[in-house]
């Protein structure tokens, strides 16, 4: 199956800083590529849905101001945490969705552990 | 909205036993359904990939199934060993065609005892 990698791995940071979090697919063109959150013994979250060229479209309660979303090319999209705060610490994970001769599966990154001190 | 519950929550057995985990989902108007495992802290293992027009698909000691018209996804584990402890979850994309994002359910966490 196709790859999907996430930087950094884990990251802590003081409240009041910015963060970001890289998804990159490595052997596959993603048009379309998602971003979800996921709380200690909860499900994934999705947070927005990241189109390369145009804007991110995000999901109700997901501050759009707070969570920037950029989608520059096929292959990359990167998550902005902005201003983070402690109830930002979450585990945040991207997936790629793939062309059809993937049959639309979709790959996920390894995640990102953020801790906002 | 599509809504995805799993059941059981949690799981224990010895090695060896044969297993099944059970998924639902509200709206039968799907794309497809995964099947995923994620170890603790981990990101998502996809399993297995059933298209809407399957009914089942195999990997391994790993079966999972579809019926569509009841909403259900059954995720079999054959000989099932302590590398097999994980969390499982199951993922639907919504009716409306959002791009495909998932909804995924709470998960099963199981738990297998040498």
């Known amino acids: 199956g196709a790859v999907v990698s996430q930087h950094p791995s884990w990251v802590i940071c003081k409240s009041g800083t910015s963060v970001k979090i890289e998804c990159r697919s490595l052997?596959?063109?993603?048009?379309?590529m998602f971003w979800y959150r996921q709380f200690p013994k909860q499900s994934l979250m999705l947070m927005a849905t990241s189109n390369e060229g145009s804007k991110a479209t995000y999901e109700q309660g997901v501050e759009k101001d707070k969570f920037l979303i950029n989608h520059a090319s096929l292959t990359l999209s990167t998550l902005t945490v902005t201003s983070a705060h402690p109830e930002d610490s979450s585990f945040y994970i991207c997936s790629a969705r793939g062309n059809f001769e993937f049959g639309n599966e979709q790959f996920f990154g390894p995640g990102t552990r953020l801790t906002v001190l | 909205k599509q809504e995805v519950t799993q059941i059981p929550a949690a799981l224990s057995v010895p090695e060896g036993e044969n297993l099944v985990l059970n998924c639902s989902f509200t709206?039968?108007?799907?794309?497809?359904l995964q099947w995923f495992r994620q170890d603790p802290g981990k990101g998502l293992t996809s399993l297995l990939l059933i298209q809407s027009s399957q009914r089942e698909q195999t990997s391994g000691r790993l079966n999972a199934s579809l019926d569509k018209s009841s909403g259900r996804s059954t995720l079999y584990i054959a000989a099932s060993q302590p590398g097999d402890s994980a969390t499982y979850l199951c993922a639907v994309p919504p009716r409306s065609n959002s791009g495909y994002a998932l909804n995924f359910g709470k998960g099963t966490s199981l738990l297998v005892t040498p």
């Open positions: 052997d596959f063109q993603a048009t379309t």
């Open positions: 709206d039968s108007a799907i794309y497809n």
